[in-house]
Each structure stands twice: as structure tokens, then as C-alpha cells.
């Protein structure tokens, strides 16, 4: 946070007052504010709460989002989809759990999606106090409302996925560490581990925060922590994570976590090694990465832990998921509160009284600040409004959002096709979603029979034709989306129709002037 | 008796609660029940016991049965067996070894019958089990099989179709088709057309050439058996007659396009589990016409009735009861497929293919066509139409995949929620207890 101290002329960020670098937070004299202090939290979550609600259902789940949404309706007892899809596969189920809680008193996929969105939510509010721990109150407002606004959040969390609640309790262990750097109080560690191990119950993938904090603790000499308060920190941390190994013994599923795990790391990879530096940065707002690197090259002189708990935290991530062979939208995510933060405190810093020198020109800083808030903004809010209401499109990227036309089409086979009847698709992400939607036992064409090569708890289909001349499979659906990512699947698909006397029976367009999906009954 | 019996079956029929009463769909007649289509296929070639020996409440042979290879000494004798892998062969069916197996009702010269066959005289008393009909024994579960269905007459495959469709074996009793065909005896085709109801014969590898005129030896013969409509003068010379026998590809095109008619008779080709040809071919096959139908708009309203011409030499070891001049043939299986069908019924009732020409002429108004059908037991008790239509299912080839038991995604649910508790008190008592550091105001 600033102080109120009238900016410098020379330089566009305010130097940050030097007893603020290092030791307890500190909070500026300032004249009573005109709106009350608790009015800039609520003003933010009801920005975020307005991103990441308004239309939530407008489109249906995706193949992620399905899995989710069935273990949790396996856990409230919902027997149709129980018997469709394993409740135990290699994830844990925390989130899941809290779903079936829901899920027992009323199921919708706006209510899934709720859930997920109020994690968004309470992530906001967590990165404020992460930002308020480190460097004030401003910067909490400001790293919140980027928070609020930020595409790749509000994307994550209006899905029903793990990654969102993960980040949830990740960034509440980000806020408690930063409480434990600032008071070097081992209260504070505990709980960060407490924090930590629900964040790894969420999601596995949180355990690499670990190193994080790890590398943090190597990184800042000056924090000294006492053997007793490690090993009660990893004790803590290791009894909040057992629900997860023993709900893999529970369900038998030791040995696919096993396979889980060796396909992740042997499988090829989904994605170039550049994906992430494509996909992020818009993600996190152009303006937003601008901000946090700029501002961490303008007040290098001001580098406290507080940066290098920030870095750590979101250079862990980084490393790790650029080097792990299976590359997702949403795994980055964690380092979302850490950049905000960041930015934050760039932003934070911009003058909003006197006058900046550009060259010869002298530019009110008030206006200079507004473009760049203005900025910042637009490179937020668009693309998050674009997220919210997506254009028509025939391919998508995986776990970038709902998949349009799939629950529609998934119902109409509810609606028109037997019970019992079985379906093969493309692939399994629409097999997974026809599953769902339908209640009808869906394949994937593309579904490798080699363990090597498939998700474990993908069932392949070695002979379609065998399937087909028995008449163990009466319906073929294909999908654009599957179709853009494997043409040579897609040709097989329509082979098999044609050989096997298929009638299109549905066609789901979604916006589009060509269909997305078309749904075919075959018979031997 | 049986006229008691058939007058309490149009009571039934005609005492159709309001709530499931049938809207026409078809040109002519209004059905007097909701069922709008009936649809009835004819298998060849196995017994009752053959197929459901073991079914649960079905009337199956008693486990002391052993069954004498002659006729003139108790042992040695032959226990029914699962057949498993062996080898098949066509059994002896013609009337004498009919009469030979039923011995006078003992019915223990099955083994007898088919003394000199080599490989058949032992597999007569040969079944088949849950393992070899996974689809047949899960439709029996979610419908209606009949444990006293008896082929129509002891004669043979062309005698039995001939009855199908017409209530009597006319001609061909014992005999092959006459070389003037089947002159003028009505069939269930001639009642459907003058009371102007749709309907057609549908006919796997149909071949429209094949016809009485080429003779009982000429290529596709057995077309002929299976097709009665193609030993009839009027049915092939009339185009508008003929243009209703169709291939049974006609049957899929007609349940996609919404045409499929009131009554449609439906004979394979090479699925029609005659041995030695394979069973799960036959079964595939009714499979996909079962599953059709149901995928079709018309499954609300419809019957899908199959059965078996002949016990085809095979052990059954029920007698047949007398029934007019031509007598019943030993039971066969036989099922009902339909939304109104009673679930898991075993219906004990006495019937025959008759009984579905019965079926046929009480819900679309028709006179008999001869005594045996206007005698026989209608199919009413196989059906429920005071309950609402079951939505279409298709019924799988193999046993259902188990569930996920309840208990263990409890203890899931506890332990999440147990350790979720215990972190988020943690948190709370370390920022309810650790005070934020004193703010430091500055100047």
C-alpha cells in the first residue's frame, strides 16, 4: 500500500516506504475514506460472484466437469450414474464430497457449477488477505479485484473441477504463510499445513506446492524455522491428506492410481512444449503479467521474502507442469493469486496525485493511472465476458469451458433412445458427456486398447465392428470437436456408420451453420 | 371349455380401462387394445426344455429324468445334459419320430427317435443354459415367457407355418407344398385386407422368384415353408398382394419412417436357430429386430411375439394335450416383447401359434379363420393394460455390470468430511488465537 506521501515526478511507481520492506505489515494515516472500508471487498466479490454465476449453465459440462459431477452424485447415493461411472479413480474426492452433499438435496449441473463458483469466490477473498498479509490492504483490494476479474479464474470456476477449490485452499495457505513470514509465529505454519493438506485433498497436484514453500524456506536465510515446528507441520499436513490413500485402498483403485500414474508420465505428450506461454498470459490478463513484471523490475530494490514467496509459488508450478508430459488448461492455476498479487502491488503503487514527466511532457498522474486501470481492466474483463458468452466455434480447448451441444444432445438421447441401449463415440471426453447426459453406456472410438496409451479408467473397444455385428452397440455419435483433434477417428466413425445400415437420427448445431454433433442408429 | 375360455378372453379385451384405451394409427379397423402393431417372428427348431430347462417357475423335467435309449429296457438311458461345446446336428423331427419320442404321452422315446442319426441320438436330450442364451433368458426377466406354448401341430416346419397364418395345416399335414399350391384356404392376411388393416411378411434373404411354381426341389425351397403366402396363387399374382411380402431390411426402413403396419410376420433365413446352424446368430437377429422396435416410435404400442415352428427332435418332457384333429406338436419357446408385458411373467396358459392369429383377430375385430384359432387361448393374460406403458429398454446380451455398494462411499464421505473439520478448526483457532501483528501507523 502507498503512502500518502505525494508521488515522485521522476518515476511512474511511488517507492515503497522502507519500513514496510520486511517485519510486521504496516498500514498508512489516511483521511477518513468517503466509502467505508468494508465496501471495496463486498463491491469486489459481487464482481466476481457476477462473472463467475451470470449464465452459468448455459452450456453443458464438459468431460471433466462430468466426472466430477458423477462421483459426487456416486457419493449422494444417485444410482443411475453410480453405475455409469466409477466413484473411485486416482483423484481425491474432497470436493467431490462437498458436491454430494448438494447433490443430495436437489442435482443440476447450475448447482455443480455453483459450488465450484463459490470456491472462486472465497478464492478472491483469499487472495485479498494474501495481498493484505504481504503488502497491505490496497494491494489485497487491488490483487483481489484482479482476482475477481481474471479470465483464467473466472473460466476454472465456473466449471465443475478440482482445480478451482484446489486453488481455493492453496491460496488461503499462501495468505497463512505469509502471516507465518511476517510473525515467523509457528502457529502460522501449521495451519498453513492444514491449508495445504486440503488443498492436496482437493487435488494431488497441490503436493508440488510443497516444494514451493520448500524452496521458499531455502531461498529466505533469514527465516529461521525449528526442526519440531517442520515435523509438525508435515505431520499436520500428512494426516489432513490419509482420507485420499485410504479412500484408493477403499475402492480397489490402488492399482489404477498405479496406472494413472505411469501413463501420465509415459503417455505423449497432449501438448507442444509452448502451450502454457500461448495459453496463460492471455489468461491472466496481458496487462495483468505486464504489471507483475514491470513492477518487479521497478522496485527490485524494495525485494523482501515477500517476493521470493510469491516467485516460488508460482515458478514451482511452472517448472513442474512444463516439464509434465500431460499439459492442462487449468493446472497453472495456482500461480493466479501470487501474479495478482504481484500486479497488485504494482498497481497499487501508481500515483493518482500530481504529475508524472514523460520526456518533456509532464502527464497528470491521475489520468496516466486510469489508462493503465483501464487497461488492465479491458484485458480482463473481455476476454472473461467472452468466456461467459462463447462464440459459436466447431473446436474447442479442453477444459476451457462447456462443451456446446453435447448436454443437449445427450438429452435428447434421454429422451429418444432405449434404456440399455449403447452408445460409441469419437472419443472419450463426448463419450463421457453422452454417458452423463444419456444414462446410456457410451465408448470411445479413439480409446486405446494398449494400457500404455489410455487413461486407466477409460474402457476401450478393441473390435467395434465385433460390437456392431452383435449388436452390442445401437448408437454412433460424432463430434466436431473430437473430429478437429483426429481425423482419422473421425473417418472410422462414419465408415462404421455406413457400413452398418446408420441413420442420423439427431443433429445438435449449437450456432453453428454445420452440425456439432450427429447421432446415428445402427443396426448389424 | 375352451369356448369358456375364449369368450372370458374377449371380456378381457373388451373391458380396456379408459386410460390405456388404443387410438388408431393404421388405415382400417381401430385396435381394441393399445397394442397398434403386432409383430411375431417364427424360429425353427428347438424345444422348450431344450432352450429354458432351469429357468426359475418354469415347468421344467424333473431331475430323477433319465430317458431309456430303448424303447423296451429302462437302462441304459440318457440324463439331460448341458450341451456346451459338442457338435450339433440336425435332429430327426418328422412325425414318426415325434410319435416315437412320445411314446404313447410317456415321452421317454426321445433317445429312441433318433436311433441311427449319427451324433443326434444322445444330443436329443441336450440344453442349452443361461450361459448359451444370455439374451433370450434376460428378456424372459423383463417380459413374458410362455412355459405352454406347443408347436401348432406334431408335423413338420411348412405345417407349422401354414397354421401361423391360417389356423389350420390345410394340405400339409405331414406333406410338403401341393403342386397347385395352397388354393383358396384364407389366411390372417385375407381377414387383415377386407377389414382394411396394414400389414406385411417380412422375409430375411428374401428372393421373390422362389415361389410353389418352381416345385418342393428348386433352389430356396425353404423359402416357400417359412413363406405360405408364396404356395397361394392370389398372394404371388396379385401385385398389390404381392408388393406386402418384403425383405426383412423393409422392417427397419418401416420403423424408422413411422410405416411399420398393424401386423407384420416376420421368417429368417439363415438366423433361424435350425440345427446345426448357430444359435447366437438367431439370437443376434431377434436382437435387432427386438431392439429396432423398441428404438422406434411404435414401441409404445406394440407386441413383439416370437416362437418356434417345431421342438425340432429335441427333448421336452411335457405331453401334449389332443387339440382337434391334428393335435398339438411338443412345446416350444416362445416370448412377448411389449410395453404392456407383464415383468418376469411365466405364463402357464395353454398356447399355440393360434393363439396369436386369436390375438390378432380379437384386437382388430376379425371372424376366425378356422376351429383351432377360434378355440385357442388368446395372449391377454400376458398383458397388463391396466398399467401405464413401459418406456422402451433395451434388454443386454450378458448380465448386468455391478454396482458400487453404498457402504464404502460413506466411509469416504465420513473420512473426507472428518479431516475436513479437523484442518479448517486448526485454521479458525490459529486466527481466532494469533492476533495480526500490532499495525504500525505511520507518520
Known sequence: MSTSTEPSARSLLAPLDPARTEGPSVVATEPRPRIPAWAWPLGIALVATLLRVWALDRVGFNSDEVVYSSQAAGLANKADLSRLFPVFRAHPLLFQSLLSIVYRIHMSDFLGRLVSACFGIGTVMAGYFAGRSLYGRKVGLVAAAILAAMPYAVIVNRQVMLDGPMVFFATVALALTARFGVTHRPQWLYAASAALGLTVLTKETGIILVIAIYAFVVLTPGLVIRLRDVVVSLAILFVVMLPFPLAVLLGNRAKTGEQYLIWQMLRRPNHAMDFYLIQIPPALGFGVVAAAIVGFWFLRRERSWRETLLLCWIAVPIVFFSLWPVKGYAYLLPIAPPVAVLAARALARLPVRGVVRAGRRRIPALLLTGIVAVAVAATLLVPSWRAIDPPAGTSLLAGAGGIPGGREAGRWMAEHVPEGAQVLTLGPSMANIVQYFSLRKAYGLSVSSNELHRNPVYEPVPNPDRLLRQGDLQYLVWDSYSASRSSVFSAKLRDLAARFHGTVVHREYAGNRHPVIVVYQVRP | ?443
Open chain 2, 1 to 443: 371349455m375352451v369356448a369358456g375360455l375364449a369368450c372370458g378372453v374377449v371380456v378381457a379385451l373388451t373391458s380396456v380401462p379408459a386410460g390405456a384405451s388404443a387410438a388408431p394409427s393404421v388405415a382400417g379397423s381401430s385396435p381394441r387394445t393399445p397394442i397398434q402393431h403386432v409383430v411375431t417372428l417364427m424360429q425353427e427348431n428347438h424345444s422348450f426344455d431344450n432352450y429354458f430347462d432351469g429357468y426359475p417357475g418354469t415347468d421344467g423335467p424333473a431331475k430323477s429324468t433319465c430317458v431309456p435309449v430303448d424303447l423296451l429296457a429302462a437302462k441304459p438311458c440318457v440324463k439331460p445334459f448341458v450341451i456346451g461345446n459338442r457338435p450339433l446336428t440336425s435332429l430327426n423331427h418328422d412325425r414318426a419320430a415325434l410319435e416315437t419320442a412320445h411314446n404313447g404321452g410317456a415321452m421317454n422315446g426321445f433317445v429312441a427317435a433318433q436311433r441311427g442319426r449319427l451324433g443326434a441320438s444322445n444330443l436329443t436330450m441336450g440344453h442349452y443354459q443361461r450361459s448359451d442364451l444370455p439374451y433370450y433368458w434376460n428378456l424372459a426377466g423383463q417380459y413374458v415367457l410362455f412355459d405352454r406354448f406347443f408347436s401348432s401341430s406334431p408335423g413338420t416346419s411348412a405345417a407349422n407355418h401354414l397354421f401361423w397364418v391360417s389356423g389350420t395345416a390345410g394340405p400339409l399335414a405331414g406333406e410338403s407344398v401341393p403342386a397347385a399350391g395352397l388354393g383358396d384356404l384364407p389366411t390372417i392376411f385375407d381377414r387383415l385386407q377386407a377389414a382394411g388393416v396394414s400389414w406385411k411378411f417380412y422375409v430375411q434373404n428374401y428372393d421373390p422368384r422362389a415361389t410353389y411354381r418352381r416345385g418342393p426341389h428348386a433352389e430356396r425351397s425353404a423359402q416357400i415353408a417359412r413363406v405360405p403366402l408364396l404356395a397361394y396363387t392370389r398372394y404371388i399374382d396379385d401385385p398389390e398382394l404381392f408388393s406386402h411380402i418384403v425383405p426383412v431390411s423393409q422392417y427397419f426402413e418401416d420403423l424408422q419412417h413411422g410405416t411399420l403396419p398393424a401386423v407384420s410376420y416376420i421368417v429368417p433365413s439363415g438366423s433361424s436357430e435350425r440345427p446345426p446352424s448357430s444359435i447366437a446368430s438367431g439370437q443376434r437377429f431377434v436382437r435387432s429386430l427386438v431392439d429396432g422396435l423398441a428404438a422406434s416410435p411404435e414401441w409404445s404400442t406394440s407386441a413383439f411375439i416370437w416362437s418356434y415352428d417345431t421342438s425340432g427332435g429335441w427333448y421336452d418332457h411335457v405331453p401334449p394335450p389332443q387339440v382337434g384333429q391334428d393335435g398339438y406338436g411338443f412345446r416350444v419357446p416362445a416370448l412377448l416383447v411389449s410395453p404392456y408385458a407383464r415383468k418376469g411373467f411365466v405364463d402357464h396358459r395353454q398356447l399355440d401359434s393360434t393363439s396369436i392369429l386369436r390375438f390378432i383377430e380379437d384386437n382388430w375385430s376379425l371372424p376366425p379363420l378356422a376351429a383351432r384359432d377360434a378355440n385357442a387361448s388368446s395372449l391377454t393374460s400376458a398383458f397388463d393394460f391396466a398399467a401405464a406403458a413401459r418406456p422402451a429398454a433395451l434388454v443386454p446380451a450378458d448380465r448386468p455390470i455391478a454396482t458400487v455398494t453404498r457402504a464404502r462411499t460413506n466411509v469416504v464421505l465420513v473420512l473426507y468430511g472428518a479431516l475436513l473439520v479437523i484442518a479448517l478448526a486448526l485454521i479458525g483457532f490459529v486466527i481466532a488465537r494469533m492476533r495480526p501483528p500490532k499495525e504500525i501507523v505511520l507518520p
